[in-house]
């Protein structure tokens, strides 16, 4: 067997179930040279909590070494404008940078500005849930998790109605990125959509400084300091971090408990769960399964030697199931009281919109609970080939 034993995240296989293989990365190879992405793979959640949190590791390197410095190859020249996008976003940025625009981008994406957002959250879904019901079930990935999230994000960011069918089409290319090795045709695809997301921002942001209206487009560009570029790659980032692990921890959750009926009836029964269970929902199908991080000077973990310009996988969906941590961590709880799941991630890349996701989940699934009582499962769902971004296919329920 290989290092990395049976991880495989090319296996449609290791897709639909890759949780035992964690397991046995935890016991034999719990941090270990994985060949075919060349990246150190760390698999517990002490590790993984503390490289997030750890400053000599970073999302990025060119804040302090060069490709070449890394021994990394130039990206090909066809993606820049991929990059270019990418590296405009603060999850790619390391302080300074990332701290002046956190800062920034704080000033428009306000606690308030996200609160006021919770009864257009409710009203949303309750209209998704309701025409569900009225057809008699369906897809609930296609017909309630994914309008959702990005009607959600288009209302805060001022995207008029007329032109929001581009955005889930545009985030989903984009993400194509992100995958293991993605294909020259993921490539070319993610290239797309960056050149005609970004030239759509740069219009939209330029009339909303012309003419503000109350969105988040116009508060970031009112806000000194912050690039036009800037407020591009973080409006971009808001769409894919915030639209594609929303729509994945509902259908992942769903799934979940329609496999555990036991669990769906308790919350059926006792709606003050629901926060506590869209954290289990979180820990137990991790919408994103790995976060990858430059090690920026030589590092050891766990007696293994990280030189510098190495590439580290950490693990949320192996961390998030550490028995070291969870109690039983294969059983679904909805009562689980200590639930340090790493879902959102940790540190200063902590995730920017977790408060804005979680409105959305629990008025999404208390929607469903509410007016969907005879929920169940019509056909055996199928995963996604992508393994780094992880969700279902589609899900078919009936009432």
Known sequence: MTAG??????????????????A?????????????????????????????????????YLHVFSHAE??????????????????????????PDHTRLRRLVSQAFTPRRVEALRPVVRRLADGLVDAFVENGGGDLIAEVAEPLPVTVIAELLGIPEADRHHLRPWSA????????????????????????????????????????????VSALAAVDGLSEDELIGTCVLLLNAGHEATVNVTGNGWWALLRNPDQLEL?????????????????YDTPLQMFERWVLEDIEVRGVPIPRGS?????????????????????????????PHVSFGAGIHYCLGAPLARIE????????????????????????????????EKLEVSL
Do not use: T
């Not at 034993?5 to 964690?22: I, K, L, N, Q, T």
């Not at 960056?194 to 209206?213: G, H, I």
């Not at 055996?380 to 780094?388: D, L, Q, T």
């Open 173 to 216: 290319a984009m993400c194509g990125m992100y995958e293991l090795n993605p294909s020259r045709e993921a490539a070319d695809a993610a290239v797309r959509a960056s050149e005609e997301f970004s030239d759509y921002l740069r219009a939209l942001a330029r009339a909303r400084k012309a003419a503000p209206q109350d969105d988040l």
């Open 24 to 60: 046995w990365l935890r016991e034999h190879e719990p941090v270990c040279w994985f060949e075919p992405s060349r990246q150190y793979l760390v698999s517990h959640h002490e590790d993984v909590n503390a490289l997030l949190r750890d400053r000599r590791l970073g999302r990025s």
């Open 311 to 339: 590439e580290v996988a950490l693990l949320f969906g192996s961390a998030n199931h550490d028995p070291a941590v969870f109690a039983e961590p294969e059983r679904l709880d909805l009562c689980r009281k200590e639930n």
């Open 267 to 283: 919350l059926r029964a006792d709606r003050d769960l629901l926060p506590g269970a869209i954290e289990e929902l979180m820990r």
């Open 70 to 95: 890394m021994g990394r190859p130039e990206p090909p020249a066809h993606q820049e404008p991929f990059w270019h996008l990418n590296n405009n976003g603060m999850l790619d940025r390391e302080p």
């Open 5 to 22: 034993g049976p991880f495989d995240p090319w296996s449609r296989e290791f897709v639909a179930r890759p949780y035992p293989a964690y």
């Open 361 to 392: 989940l629990a008025a999404s699934f208390g929607a469903m609970l509410d007016k969907a009582p005879g929920l169940r499962l019509a056909q055996e769902p199928e995963w996604k080939p992508g393994y780094v971004i992880r969700g279902l």
